[in-house]
């Protein structure tokens, strides 16, 4: 699977089932550019077990507020829509995939 952009208006349809990942991210964030590669790894060894979507935190301040997003990468792991973990800031992918597989 592809990781999705999300908007505020497609946030919620896009994690209301299964699990997913969050990433709060915005094109000036250092962090975020070098999570990008990450998360493209872990979206392919994921594929079919969770899905991973992307939330510009500039375009979008209404789901970034939501969720008190105060720092960037915020990564949230949504389960059936409902928040169950969650990390701040540059992540390895081995420790990305770990928090997922609890949740899968």
Do not use: R, Y
Request: negative net charge.
């Amino acid at each position: 699977m592809a990781i999705v952009n999300v908007t505020d208006q497609t946030f919620t349809s896009e994690t209301s089932e299964g699990v997913v990942l969050v990433d709060f991210w915005a094109p000036w964030c250092g962090p975020c550019k070098m999570i990008a590669p990450v998360l493209e790894e872990l979206d392919a060894e994921l594929a079919g077990k969770a899905k991973i979507v992307k939330i510009d935190v500039d375009e979008n301040q209404e789901t970034a507020g939501k969720f008190g997003v105060m720092s960037i990468p915020t990564l949230l792991v949504v389960k059936d829509g409902e928040v169950v973990d969650q990390v701040v800031g540059f992540q390895p992918k081995e420790a990305l995939a770990e928090l997922l597989n609890k949740h899968i």
